[in-house]
Every structure is written in structure tokens, then in C-alpha cells.
């Protein structure tokens, strides 16, 4: 099999380029270790940057998105008992974020690859990387008991943090960071009216906590728990009642509770592989970084890496440009720490920390206080939150 770029991975990251790239006639396909139903079946973002829906809709996945999706310009901070709000479309000079679940933003992109005849391979197992430093690299799968050999201009690694292709680039030229933070997000999922039209961050002596939604009648919650809990510690009716008491008494109050309908705790951590390109492999999204969610920048960093490797490719097919490919990983690595700072930035202000001292308490308070203070710190969480430009 031969095609233009070969894509490891069929999350949003991997589909969303090679819907893109198909648009302008360039040919892809995509190799995905699991089946479509597990991919769909994944419960992970839900805030869209401003810059991630234009691209949905460049690609002409964005119509049941602006549909179904909330455009959402404010969200609250809940302190010491009361929420201040804060104005995205304010402080951010007019722009706001989407509210749409990254499951429903996959399903929409795996449809148009349907629509438009895209190669997905599902179940490809045991993918291996070849000759990436040659003009003619190589991809081979397993199939059964066949191997299938794909060769292409270009690798694309798309395949999030536990993928193959961050790991296909030598030791000696990889560099890791990685900060791991004492504590996890135990999420739940309800069919539940949200208790707040928009999110609420909360910050409380007993743990962070987050108010999120997927629709009107479908709400996302969690709250933070030490890295020792599991799933199995916690009863619905355990969460809702811890829940309940890091949130202000008013909003409490008027918390709708039902049966979760998923369950789950994943661990926070930063994490950026440099560089982001070897030889024809680049690398994108989750493969080359991870944040904390608490700044809604996972799902979204992504966004960034696709609109430059998308135009970079174009300009190379087109007019033989390989500026954006050789100038890919410095100018993708340079927003993707800035969305590192700001997810660092939320997690270390909203939690709370087992070990911190005083000093780090009133510190954490003071963060707050300097930030309903100033405008200007308002508009440095709102320029951040909505998006930072491309
Ligand atoms: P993904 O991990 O989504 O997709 C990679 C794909 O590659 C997967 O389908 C995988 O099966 C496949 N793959 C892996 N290895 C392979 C191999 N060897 N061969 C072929 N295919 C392979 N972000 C937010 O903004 N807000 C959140 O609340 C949030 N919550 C999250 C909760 C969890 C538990 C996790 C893990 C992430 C969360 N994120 C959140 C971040 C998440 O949304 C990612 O940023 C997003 O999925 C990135 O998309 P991809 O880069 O496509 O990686
Ligand atoms: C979510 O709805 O899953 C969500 C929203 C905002 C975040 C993290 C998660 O910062």
C-alpha cells in the first residue's frame, strides 16, 4: 500500500488532520490500534478553544458542532464560600469557548472520513515505524497473521501519550519533562440537568472541584482525589456528598444527582517530548504532550499542532515549501509550553496540595485574590482560556 502521509492513531488529533490534508487532495491513512466502538466509547474533553472549532469547521466537520454545542463566554471560580465569575468574552476582547464533548467532536470526524471514502484501519496491531530518516519511510502493521507494509512521504504521530512513535525516536535524541502532580481526577458522568449554565471551577480546603456539562441533560463532574483512591472507593452517592461540600451552599443546594453513567480517575500530569519532528515522522497532540485538564488545554493543544503541520504539508504538495516542516516542532513547542504554563498555572492555584506549607497556602490565596483584582490578570486567564492565537 502506498499513500502521502501516514497517520498512527484515529483520535481527534490523527482523523482531524486527515480530514483536512483529504480536502486538499492529499492522501492519507490512518492505522488505529482499537476499534472504532473503544475510541468512541472514551470520555475525555469538553471545552473547545476558539481555534479548534474554526478548524472542525475548515474541515467541514462542524455543523452538528455549532448545532449542538454551547458557546460558553464566562465561567465561575468558587471560593471561600461564594463563585466570581469570570468574563471570557470581556477580558478576551469578544471571543468564547465551545462546550462539546471531544466523543461527539470524534464520531463527527470519523463520519466525514466515512462521507468521504478515508482510509481508517481499525485493530492494527503491533504498528512499526521504518526508515524515518530517509526520504522513503515505511509503516508496517499486523493483520491477523499478515504484516501489511505502507509506504509513504511522511508519518504523522498521532497516537497519544502510550503511542509507538514518540517511542520510535531514538533515546539519544529525545528529551522528556515531565512534572507529575500528587493527585487525580475522579470523574463522573451523569444524565443529570448541570447545576451551573457555566462551568465551575472550585477551589476548596477538601480538594479542587469542576461543574461541567456535555448538554442540558447531561453534566460532567469531578473532584480531585489522592493518587491512592480507585474507582472502586467510591459509592455515587460517596461523590455526590463530597461533591456537595466543595461547592458554595447555594449551588449545592440545587445539585441534581442521578446514577453515573461512567467512572473514572485519571492521574494529572505535565509532559512535553522535544523535539516534535525526526526525520518524516512529526509528532501530534497527546503523542508529544500532556497537561493537567484544570486549564481545558489537553484536547486543545492539539488543535495547534494539526493547523501547522496541515499548512506545512499543504505548502510542501503544492509549491514545494518545506519551511513549515522544518520550522514545525520550534514554532508547535512554543505554544504548546504556553499551554503547559497555563494548565500548571490553574492546577497549582486551584488545588489543594498534601504537603504545602503556609507560606504555599497564602501564596495559593494570594494567587486568587491578585486575580479578581486586575483586569489585566483577568485577561491573561481569559486570553489563555479561549485560546491563544495560532
Ligand atoms: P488520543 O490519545 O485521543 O488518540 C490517540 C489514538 O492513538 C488512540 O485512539 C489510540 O488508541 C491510538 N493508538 C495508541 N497507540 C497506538 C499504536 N501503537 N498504533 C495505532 N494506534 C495507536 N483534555 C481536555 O482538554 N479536557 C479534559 O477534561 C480531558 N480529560 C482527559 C481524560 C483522560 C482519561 C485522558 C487520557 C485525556 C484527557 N484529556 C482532556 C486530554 C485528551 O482530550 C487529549 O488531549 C486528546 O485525546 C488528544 O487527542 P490525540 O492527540 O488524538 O490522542
Ligand atoms: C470537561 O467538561 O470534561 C472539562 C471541562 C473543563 C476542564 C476539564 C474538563 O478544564
Known sequence: ???????????????????????????????????????????????????????????????????????????????DGTQTRVDLHKYSGGSSVVVYGQTELTRDLYEARDRMKGVVIHNAEDVQLHDLKSGSPWVTYRNGDDIVRIDCDFVIGADGFHGVSRKSIPRDVLQEHEKAYPFGWLGVLSRTKPVSPELIYARHERGFALCSLRSQTLSRYYIQVPLSDSVEDWTDDRFWAE????????????????????????????????????????????????????????????????????????????SGDDSGLDGYSAKALARVWKAQRFSWWMTTMLHTFPDSTSYEQRLQQTELDYLFSSDKAMGSLAENYVGLPF
Open 243 to 318: 461533591l456537595k461540600r466543595r461547592l458554595p451552599a447555594d449551588v449545592a443546594a440545587r445539585l441534581i444527582t442521578g446514577p453515573s453513567i461512567e467512572k473514572s480517575i485519571a492521574p494529572l500530569r505535565s509532559f512535553v517530548a522535544e523535539p516534535m519532528r525526526y526525520g518524516n515522522l512529526f509528532l501530534a497532540g497527546d503523542a508529544a504532550h500532556i497537561v493537567p485538564p484544570t486549564g481545558a488545554r489537553g484536547l486543545n493543544s492539539a488543535a495547534s499542532d494539526i493547523y501547522y503541520l496541515y499548512h506545512a504539508l499543504m505548502a510542501h504538495y503544492q
Open 1 to 79: 500500500m502506498k499513500t502521502s502521509v501516514c497517520i498512527i492513531g484515529g483520535g481527534p488529533s490523527g482523523l482531524l488532520l486527515s480530514q483536512l490534508l483529504h480536502l486538499k487532495g492529499i492522501n492519507t491513512v490512518i492505522l488505529e490500534r482499537q476499534s472504532r466502538e473503544y475510541v468512541l466509547g472514551r470520555i475525555r474533553a469538553g471545552v473547545l478553544e476558539h481555534g479548534f472549532a474554526e478548524l472542525m469547521r475548515e474541515a467541514q466537520c462542524g455543523e452538528r458542532m455549532d448545532r449542538e454545542g454551547e458557546i460558553h463566554e464566562g465561567f465561575f471560580i468558587a471560593h
